[in-house]
């Protein structure tokens, strides 16, 4: 299956878009993003349902026989039922991590089967993951930076209304509640990013055989940050936390990012 690496592109964009979008509704309750979401997904369940049917006419078998086959239909499994269980209930936890697993299967899939099926296409496929796991970090780690500089500014001021000076600089950094959102907004588009990041990279470390090191410092140090904004997240919308509590929590969170980014990459025996 999948010989056109361009499609396979395709259905990974389609697939991480809708996967975003789900994750932006799970945390803010999005209506938008859901419904956006959900026709994402359906595009790559007909992608998904088109290429099955084309298999099963063309080759004359159902794409069982080989484990890889097997990732395919297992992925397809879990986007219907994920279709389904969007339209018939309202669980956007399930929902998300439905198609988390999905996608990572998909990937895995799409990969093995680009190195096996397409020798040159695919080691262009694997390669462009490469550098799609390095952008996507990259991004978040932009994205956790402006939530970091929405939390000083949260800080500053703070200060000046608590002590009341400066106030003639505190209409130019904004009002509280604003910064902390911002800040709040920041962090949900950081994490989706990062996460998919981490997924692409395991799945090329693995799929191209290179010595992947899970105890790497660098591996570890994504995780670890990855893990540090997701508490920044339950923080809030869990444990109601806001304020200069969240903001002091966020400038230390983005302390061991950047250690992660600069220490941890000299460090690291896998990413340089």
Do not use: C
Not at 51 to 76: C, G, H, Q, R
Not at 129 to 138: K, Q, R
């Amino acid at each position: 299956m999948f010989e056109l690496k361009w499609l396979s592109e395709i259905i990974l964009l389609i697939y991480g878009s809708s996967l975003f979008g789900y994750f932006i509704d799970f945390i803010q309750n999005n209506q938008k993003a859901n419904r956006i979401a959900f026709w994402l997904l359906s595009m790559v369940w007909f992608i998904q349902t088109l290429v099955f049917v084309i298999y099963i006419f063309y080759e004359k078998s159902f794409p069982v026989a080989t484990l890889n086959d097997s990732l395919f239909f297992y992925s397809w499994i879990l986007v219907t039922l994920s279709l389904v269980i969007n339209r018939l209930f309202t669980i956007d936890f399930i929902v998300f991590f439905i198609n988390l697993f999905g996608f990572f299967l998909l990937l895995f899939y799409l990969l093995t089967e680009a190195q096996n099926q397409m020798p040159g296409n695919g080691i262009e496929l694997v390669h462009e993951i490469l550098i799609a796991h390095i952008v996507l970090a990259v991004l978040s780690y932009g994205f956790f930076t402006v939530s970091y500089i929405f939390s000083f500014m949260y800080v500053i001021q703070y200060r000046f209304l608590k002590n009341k000076k400066g106030l003639k600089w505190m209409w130019r950094l904004g009002d509280l509640k604003r910064l902390d959102t911002y800040s709040f907004t920041s962090v949900t588009l950081g994490v989706p990013l990062l996460l998919i990041s981490i997924i692409l990279g395991v799945v090329w470390a693995y799929v191209t055989e290179s010595e992947f090191y899970w105890f790497d410092v660098k591996t570890a140090g994504s995780i670890l940050v990855l893990f540090v904004y997701i508490g920044y997240l339950l923080l809030k919308l869990v444990k109601g936390y806001q304020g200069k509590g969240l903001a002091v929590y966020n400038t230390a969170a983005f302390l061991i990012l950047l250690v992660n980014f600069f220490l941890f990459s000299v460090l690291s025996n896998f990413h340089f």
